[in-house]
């Protein structure tokens, strides 16, 4: 079981959501928390919430000069981080039908180059200290191309593909990688899906689920259970059987 007093924990996309139950829960473990997003306001009103001793680092992912001087704020002031959790994203449903290019390419910018922007940073510096922890949020989103899914499916096939790359090219260098893959969870993100969502969860059990996560030794962290392998199943039939039975769920 993974003791979360002694451990610094950056955690990008903080301010909402999951990212922001996920804090407490891990405030609650005893973690020293670096809190980052763009809404200040909202990290403020967390670190309140919190118990302990924290750090507020304001970021916006989508832009290389933010994430530089976040990075150096943290390392000036010895806040590097054991354990690192992309969690920031962005989504909107949207189809072949209704495809505006430039929320596609915001989606991609936010989700996945982002990811690669803040991991120039960490990777480094974990390389250098043969230790560390990153965790990526994907989404079983990324699983295979799923309707209304433009952008974000793409987005999140892309974290899911980083973090498997990662995850061998720096295990024998002592780094641990992991990817989280929820089902629906409510928050704002789900607040603009007017489907049916099977499986919703809350923010608060989503956490739950990563927070158990982390202390175990599994690549992925994928919840709900069984949505979670239904799109798992999907994934490895052939195409036909796949469409077929896409089009009946
Ligand atoms: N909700 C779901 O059903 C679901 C399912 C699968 C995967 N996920 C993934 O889970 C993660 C959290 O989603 P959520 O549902 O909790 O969404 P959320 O409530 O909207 O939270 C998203 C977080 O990302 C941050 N963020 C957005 N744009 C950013 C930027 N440019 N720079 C820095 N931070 C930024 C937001 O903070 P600011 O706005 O303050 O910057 C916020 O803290 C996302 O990666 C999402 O794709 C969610």
């Given amino acids: 079981?993974?003791?979360?007093?002694?451990?610094?924990?950056?955690?990008?996309?903080?301010?909402?959501?999951?990212?922001?139950?996920?804090?407490?829960?891990?405030?609650?473990?005893?973690?020293?928390?670096?809190?980052?997003?763009?809404?200040?306001?909202?990290?403020?009103?967390?670190l309140e919430e919190?118990?302990?001793?924290?750090?507020?680092?304001?970021?916006?992912?989508?832009?290389?000069?933010?994430?530089?001087?976040?990075w150096e704020k943290i390392e000036s002031l010895k806040f590097v981080p054991d354990i690192f959790i992309y969690n920031s994203?962005?989504?909107?449903?949207?189809?072949?039908?209704?495809?505006?290019?430039?929320?596609?390419k915001k989606m991609l910018d936010i989700n996945l180059y982002g990811t690669f922007t803040v991991l120039s940073k960490i990777?480094?510096?974990?390389?250098?200290?043969?230790?560390?922890?990153?965790?990526?949020?994907?989404?079983?989103?990324?699983?295979?191309?799923l309707p209304r899914s433009m952008g974000y499916g793409a987005s999140k096939a892309g974290v899911i593909n980083l973090a498997e790359s990662l995850y061998c090219d720096l295990k024998k260098q002592g780094i641990?990688?992991?990817?989280?893959?929820?089902?629906?969870?409510?928050t704002r993100l789900t607040a603009k899906n007017t489907f049916d969502m099977p499986f919703i969860i809350t923010a608060d059990k989503a956490a739950n689920y990563i927070f158990k996560g982390l202390t175990?030794?599994?690549?992925?962290?994928?919840?709900?259970?069984?949505?979670?392998?239904?799109?798992k199943i999907l994934r490895i039939l052939p195409y036909p059987l796949y469409f077929f039975l896409l089009r009946k769920l």
């Fill in 216 to 231: 175990s030794s599994s690549f992925e962290i994928r919840f709900p259970w069984f949505f979670s392998t239904l799109l």
């Fill in 50 to 70: 919190l118990k302990g001793e924290h750090l507020i680092v304001s970021l916006d992912v989508t832009e290389g000069k933010s994430v530089e001087r976040a």
């Fill in 123 to 145: 990777i480094p510096t974990f390389l250098q200290n043969r230790k560390g922890h990153i965790v990526l949020v994907g989404s079983v989103a990324g699983y295979s191309g």
């Fill in 176 to 186: 641990r990688v992991q990817v989280v893959n929820p089902g629906f969870v409510k």
């Fill in 89 to 104: 994203g962005y989504y909107e449903p949207m189809s072949a039908m209704n495809c505006d290019f430039e929320i596609v």
């Fill in 1 to 46: 079981m993974t003791d979360f007093r002694n451990k610094k924990i950056w955690i990008v996309g903080a301010s909402e959501g999951i990212g922001r139950s996920l804090a407490k829960k891990l405030a609650a473990a005893g973690a020293t928390l670096i809190l980052s997003a763009r809404s200040m306001d909202r990290l403020d009103s967390l």
